[in-house]
Each structure stands twice: as C-alpha cells, then as structure tokens.
C-alpha cells in the first residue's frame, strides 16, 4: 500500500526534485536565487524549465500556467499547452526559460482600481521561485507575481514578498546589534482555516448559497449550537470520508495539513496545517481553499468558505499564528536561555506590540470584508477593536520593566536587561480565550480576526510592515548606542510605557470593554468596512508603507477603490437576490399557503358555518399581513438598491448601503423568516435551517 510518505509532495516540484533532475551548477544557482532573490540568466532558466516540464509530463501535464493572485482574492490561471508544431506534421512538447519567469495575460478584467488608467494597460506574471511549482489536474502551475508594465503591482504576493524583504532588511540590523550574523530572517504562519460543509442538492436549491455563499433567509432551526456538542465531536462518516481524500490531495501538493475537527457551529469544521514561510503558507492556504471545494464536490457536498453562512450561529474565521525565525531555525518570539536572548526576545515582543499598536487601523483594514463585518464584535469573534493579548505573567514582567520595580514572580528578581536571565514563566493557559484579536501564545502571535475566505497575504503584509517599522525605529535607536545594554534597557521601557494601551488579558465580547478602549485608552474602533478603508490613505499609513517600499502610493490609492468597491458588489449582490427570491419564491409560496388556508376555511363554512375554523382564520389573516409586509419590503429594497447603484462616489455608495441598505436587508428577512415559521413545511420554497445544518450524515 502506498503510504503517505511515499506520495507527499509527489505533485511538487521541490528541492528534493530540483537537486534530482537539474545539473549541479544549475541547482546551485537556482539556490541562490531562491535563497537570496538573484537574478536568474536565462541559461539557468532554459534547463530548469526544460526539467521542470520533463518531469511535469512524466507526471501526466500536458498543460502549464502562471498561477497568480490578482486582487479579486482567488487565484487566476491561463493554461497554454507545452505543444509547438514540428516539420512533419508531428508536435514535440516544449517550455522555455522564457515561458517560465515571465507571461503576459491579458488581465484586461481583473481589478485595477484605476492604475490600468494611468499606466500601462498590460500586466505582466513573474516567477516566484521561492514557492515550487506544482501540478493540478494536467497542468503545472507556475507561483507568479502580477505586475503592471510600470512595475505596480496588480497582485497580492507582490507586496507580501516586499513585506517579507522589509522584515528580514529590518530585524538583521538587529540582530547584528546582538552580535548574530544571520544570512535572512523570515516570517512563518500556520493559518487554522474554518469551513463548513452542506449537502450539494440542498445548496442548489437555494439561489442565496449559490448567489452569495450565504443564506440571506433562514429562520433559526430548533437546535443551533447551544449544547456545545458538534466543537471536538465524532466525525460523521461523509465528512470524514471527505477529510480523507482532502488530506490525500493536499499532501501530494506538499502542503503539511495537519489537524482536523469539528468546530462549534453545526456542519462547521476546521484544518489546520503545520506553520511554514509566510510566502509558501499563503499559496498553501489559497490551494486548500480551492481544494476543499473541489474535494466537496466530489462526495455531493458544498464546501462553504463564507464568514457567516447562517445567522444565529458561529461563522467562520482564520487564525494567523505568527512568527519570526532565523535561517538557522531561530524563533525570534521564543523566550530564551541566557540574558542575551531573553533581552532579544523581548525587544522583538516590543516591536510587535508598538506595530499593533501604531498601526490598529492597517490590521482592521487587512481583514475588512462585507463577510467579516457580521463577525467581528458579534460575540463569536474578536471585536474590531484591536487589542494584544499576552497572559498574565508576561504582563507581569514587563510591568516590572516598566516601572523599574522587583518582578514579583515565584521569587522576587529584579530585571536588568540583557544582565539577567527572565524568570520562566508559563505559557498562559487562558489564550484558549479566543475573545482576543492578537494573542501571544508562548513563541507565536495568533491574529485572529481574519474572515475564512480572506487571502492570508492582506493581514501578514501589514503585520509584516508594521513590524519591520518598529524595528527600523528601534535600530536607528541601537545602532549609534555608546551604551548597548542601557540604551537597549531604556528603549524596551519607553516603547512599554508608550504602547501598554494596546495590552488586554481580558474579555474581548464583553461591552464594558470597548467602552474602556475607546473612551479611557483611545484605541480604534472601526466597526464596519466602510468606516475602515478609506483609513488606508492616511498620511501615516502611506508614509509607513512606501518608505518601506511594501506600497507605493498609486498601490494604495488603487487598493482603498477595490477594496471598497469589492464591499458594495457584495453587498448589493446580496441585496438583488433577496429581491428575486422574494419576488420570485418566498411572496408566491406565502400567497399560495394563505390561499390554500382560505379556501379550507371557506370549505368548512359552505358545509357547515358551524364548523371550527379559527386555526385557518387566524392564520390566513397572520400570513396575509405578514405577506403584505414582505411585498411592501422588497420594493423599499429594491428601491435602495437603484439608488445606490446610482451613486457615481465609491465611498459615498458604500456609506449608503452601511447606513441604509444593511437595515432594509435585516427588516425583509425579518418578515420572511417570521412567514417560514408559519408556513406548512411543503410550501416553503427552499430548505430550511435545520435541513442544512443537520443534514449531512
Ligand atoms: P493551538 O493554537 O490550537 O494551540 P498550535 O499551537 O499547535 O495550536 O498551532 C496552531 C497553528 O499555529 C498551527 O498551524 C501551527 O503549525 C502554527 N504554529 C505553531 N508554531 C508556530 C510558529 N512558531 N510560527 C507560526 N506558526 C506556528
Ligand atoms: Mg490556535
């Protein structure tokens, strides 16, 4: 039988691949390039292709393509065929160098956000060789960045490796201060990615699902997810049986999937995979998405990747566990040993802390999205107002820093830094708390406000480039020192006392919170899409990201008009297909239950005006009522809608539909919700809550 080492990575082209099939010299400039970014000649390029398709073929490819991530955040591909014509009518199959760094789809249609207005109308893919490439179904794809011709970047890997140079320039000045050489320093990440999964035939019949990944009606079922017993419960033999193959499937494409199980919500579930380069973990995670669903299909099930698919019980989230490391396998958020590391450690712990706190605004706006604002502050996941969690011990310890007092620990120690070695303290075992947006768990930060169908690249860039600014302002502090140890000591007090505000250990779903955070210690609190974004142009934000050269300022203009734009589509989807679905199932269905219940009523009284009938009295009066309500809601609906998509402003039209349109949306399923209540359960037009969620066997 054939075990999972034998088939892990086997649809990869990986180093193991790369030091098999390419000559020494080859491989070893491959190496440098992918190691330290050189520039690869085109000799160096035509062989690697050559054995990239020669085993690609070998493996069943007959085609290959840029594989990229454009700023819709789904992956794209154009697939062209290895084929070129020979002289005798026959073909021979062929890649070239040039067909591997670069290729020019017509990206005409993707999201620009007016920088196709202004430069060059073509965009370009380049190869990532930092991310191997990989087979899917008959094609090898290829990891591409996707650049404008004026070299802007029309992607999300684009400045997600800028963010990543920014980090390793950044914390290598650093770490030359502690006296370690390193050749480069890179972020990690694990995400946990949360799914739920449904019976294919009931999601086809609700255009909602189909339409928007949501259910826009649903009346609760009798049971949600109060008895807490789907969280860790016994996987049901079709979920299980997809989980498998999901496995299967993503261990062939190297990606370390690691831990499943169900997650609180009935029909919801969670994988993790094992934390890897921040680069590689986002293809990773961009692929698993894309491989749940296909996997889905396969076994008669949706895989549903939306924040809120169903009201009344938990949507789905991503945790982003983060984490800096050496090449030397170093973690630079591990507290250490000796003084030396421990005073290490807890500048880098500084330097996230002063990033989170700068800059709440760019880490609310990486994970702004129409979905994740039904999450966010809705008592199911982190609040919008970020917040930085770090146990009580920890807190402790740099309280004692703070304040130059004895740390009163097991045994009381005064702290001198890079002088005493840290007291042990214990990983905090309240971070299972998951009201916290940015948790310290022991040698990793845990970002948990991402909805689970974000692309992971948005949130790491701005942690990335957050953090690489704290560094920056720590180096340039460091470097001109006369006083190493005191200056550090001073720098790590100040940047305590400057930033504690951020600092919470305690419940994030609780009120007086927020109240506390806004109103005592000033932190931000951007509820919705709209109020975030456009937060994105501020002078400070702008600074930060060019000078690190993450964004230029046109990147960033044209990002805040897609991002913004992508929360009114959505939105206004959602809005059209309620209308349809009112007019076209819920309004018929319900005149057809209260006409059925009419005309029994009027039966009984022909044949006896002495019968009972004040069931299908009452009832059809009820129904009547609440039917006119529907009707009279779906044309105030509508009408909003035809305002909006009026409105010629993008900021203005998204501040309608977050003060305008989301109420009439809530008041017409209101309505509806209450008609499904009353209906008799063959009238009603499509499947109700409990079909879906408990459904699957
Ligand atoms: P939990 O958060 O449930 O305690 P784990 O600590 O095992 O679970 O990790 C959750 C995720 O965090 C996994 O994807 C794991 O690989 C990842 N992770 C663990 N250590 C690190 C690290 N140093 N850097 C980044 N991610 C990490
Ligand atoms: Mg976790």
Request: proline share 4%; net charge negative.
């Amino acid at each position: 039988m054939e075990t999972v080492t034998d088939y892990f990575g086997s649809l990869v082209f990986d180093d193991r691949v790369m030091k098999a099939r390419l000559s020494a010299d080859v491989y070893q400039k491959l190496k440098v390039t992918i190691d330290e970014g050189k520039r690869l000649d085109l000799s160096v390029a035509n062989a690697v292709a050559a054995a990239m398709k020669d085993w690609a073929i070998g493996k069943g490819a007959t085609h290959f393509t840029h594989w990229f991530q454009p700023l819709t955040g789904i992956t794209a591909e154009k697939h062209d065929s290895f084929i070129s014509p020979a002289p005798d009518g026959r073909v021979i199959m062929d890649f070239s160098g040039k067909e591997l760094i670069q290729g020019e789809p017509d990206a005409s249609s993707f999201p620009s956000g007016g920088l196709r207005a202004t430069f060059e109308a073509r965009g370009y893919t380049a190869w990532d060789p930092t991310s191997y490439a990989f087979i899917k179904g008959h094609t090898l794809c290829i990891p591409t960045a996707f650049c404008a011709y004026s070299g802007e970047a029309l992607d999300k890997k684009t400045p997600l490796l800028r963010s990543m140079e920014a980090v390793n320039r950044q914390a290598k000045r650093i770490l030359k201060l502690f006296g370690t050489d390193v050749k480069c320093v890179r972020t990690s990440v694990g995400p946990e990615q949360e799914y739920f999964l449904i019976d294919r035939a009931d999601y086809d019949k609700r255009s909602d699902l189909i339409y928007t990944g949501r259910t826009l009606f649903g009346a609760p079922a009798p049971k949600g997810q109060e008895m807490d017993d789907h969280y860790f419960g016994v996987i049901k033999p079709r979920v299980a049986a997809f989980m498998e193959e999901l496995n299967r499937e993503l261990w062939k494409l190297g990606i370390l999937a690691k831990t499943e199980h169900n997650e609180v919500a009935p029909a919801q579930h969670e994988l993790a995979p094992i934390y890897t380069t921040t680069n590689l973990a986002t293809d990773h995670n961009q692929l698993t998405m894309e491989i749940m669903q296909k996997v889905a299909a396969k076994h008669g099930l949706v895989c549903l990747l939306h924040e809120k698919p169903f009201a009344g019980v938990n949507g789905s989230g991503k945790h982003n566990n983060w984490s800096l490391a050496t090449d030397t396998g170093e973690n630079l958020l591990s507290p250490g040993e000796t003084p030396y590391e421990n005073a290490r450690f807890l500048l880098f712990l500084c330097a996230v802390i002063q990033a989170v706190d700068d800059y709440q605004d760019l880490l609310r706006i990486s994970v702004a999205t129409a979905g994740n604002d039904h999450r966010l502050g809705a008592n199911e996941a982190p609040p919008a107002v970020i917040s930085v969690f770090l146990g009580e011990e920890l807190t402790a310890i740099l309280d004692a820093i703070e304040q130059d007092v004895p740390y009163e620990g097991k045994e009381k120690v005064q702290l001198k830094l890079g002088v005493h070695v840290l007291p042990k303290f214990f990983r905090d075992t309240t971070d299972r708390n998951r009201t916290s947006p940015f948790a310290f768990t022991g040698n990793k930060f845990e970002f948990r406000m991402l909805g689970s169908s974000n692309s992971i690249a948005c949130a790491n860039i701005m942690l990335n480039a957050a953090v690489a600014e704290s560094l920056k302002q720590f180096a340039d502090i460091l470097e001109p020192a006369e006083n190493f140890e005191e200056t550090l000591h001073r720098l790590i007090r100040d940047a305590i006392r400057a930033h504690k505000r951020i600092i919470f250990n305690g419940n994030g779903y609780d009120d007086k919170w927020i109240k506390e955070a806004t109103e005592e210690r000033g932190l931000l609190n951007y509820r919705t899409t709209p109020d975030a974004i456009p937060h994105l142009l501020d002078e400070k934000n702008v600074a930060m990201l060019t000078a690190h050269r993450v964004f230029t300022p046109a990147e960033l203009a044209s990002r805040c008009e897609i991002q913004l734009e992508n929360y009114s589509k959505t939105v206004l989807i959602e809005a059209r297909t309620m209308v349809q679905m009112a007019k076209r199932e819920i309004l018929p269905a319900a005149a057809r239950f209260a006409a059925d219940l009419a005309s029994q009523a009027l039966c009984k009284k022909q044949l006896s005006p002495a019968l009972a009938c004040a069931y299908e009295t009452e009832l059809t009066q009820k129904v009547s009522a609440l039917t006119d309500e529907i009707a009279v809601r779906t044309q105030s609906l509508a009408d909003e809608i035809a305002l909006i998509e009026r409105e010629p402003d993008y900021i203005a039209a998204s501040a309608m539909i977050r003060d305008r349109l989301l109420s009439r949306m809530d008041d017409l399923r209101a309505a509806a919700d209450e008609t499904e209540t009353l209906a008799g359960d063959t009238y009603w037009p499509f499947p109700t809550y409990g079909k879906l969620l408990f459904g699957v066997r």
